[in-house]
């Protein structure tokens, strides 16, 4: 069974500072990662990829993968409450057709 | 560009009722489909994909069933709906050049079985 853990939450963040959202994987052979933010009652919305081991960085937010670690986290720098919301992190499953496994999701709250 | 149209947005249903949700792509050809439902506080769980016209995978074995008539329009379907149906269902396509390629959602439909 592949899977995806990500840690619940609610991860408590102040406005301004940096939250640190993580994820494993079991699948080793997985060689794409995404990360979506989804709003209460809304539908996720992709917000970062990445496909190679390091960082990548958009705007506020960094995607880091360790694919060795089978790691992928997402920094999301100057925090505002605007990025209240789950993030969820997707992992492209091996010799799939494009198909997704889906963590959980982390809860992020941002406090003014 | 490419958008994803899904409808209607909200539904609520009497048990044992006839279902049916649509979902539509525009801007892109040959797009692999999928079915998702979200229950309350919880992660997604994949009910269905497809790659093309009248293919159809089912990932978990339930009173749901969809269908691809059109190379962009997905539907999903079911004769009679149970409580345990009600959620938040989502349609996502993605390219079909790769397996690589991120999902995109649409709007969701919330349904509601009474």
């Known amino acids: 069974q592949k899977e995806v853990e990500q840690n619940s939450g609610p991860l408590s963040v102040p406005e301004g500072a940096i939250a640190s959202l993580n994820c494993t994987y079991s699948d080793r052979g997985s060689q794409s990662f995404f990360w979506y933010r989804q709003y209460s009652g809304k539908s996720p919305e992709l917000i970062m990829f990445i496909y190679s081991n390091g960082d990548k960085e958009d705007g506020r937010f960094t995607a880091q993968l360790n694919k060795a670690s089978q790691y992928v986290s997402l920094l999301i720098r100057d925090s505002q409450p605007s990025d209240s919301a789950t993030y969820l992190c997707a992992v492209a499953e091996t010799d799939s057709w494009g198909k997704l496994q889906f963590g959980a999701g982390t809860q992020v709250v941002v406090t003014p | 560009s490419q958008t994803i149209h899904q409808w209607p947005a909200t539904l609520v249903q009497p048990v044992g009722s006839p279902l049916s949700l649509e979902c539509t792509v525009e801007?892109?050809?040959?797009?692999?489909l999928y079915w998702y439902r979200q229950a309350a506080g919880r992660g997604l769980q994949l009910l269905f994909y497809s790659v093309g016209i009248g293919q159809i995978s089912s990932e978990v074995p339930q009173n749901l069933s969809a269908s691809r008539p059109q190379d962009r329009q997905f539907i999903l379907s079911s004769k009679k709906l149970l409580l345990s149906d009600s959620g938040f269902y989502l349609c996502?396509?993605?390219?079909?050049?790769?397996?690589?390629?991120?999902?995109?959602f649409g709007d969701g439909t919330r349904l509601s079985i009474l």
């Open positions: 996502a396509w993605s390219s079909g050049t790769g397996s690589d390629q991120p999902q995109h």
């Open positions: 801007g892109t050809s040959n797009p692999n």
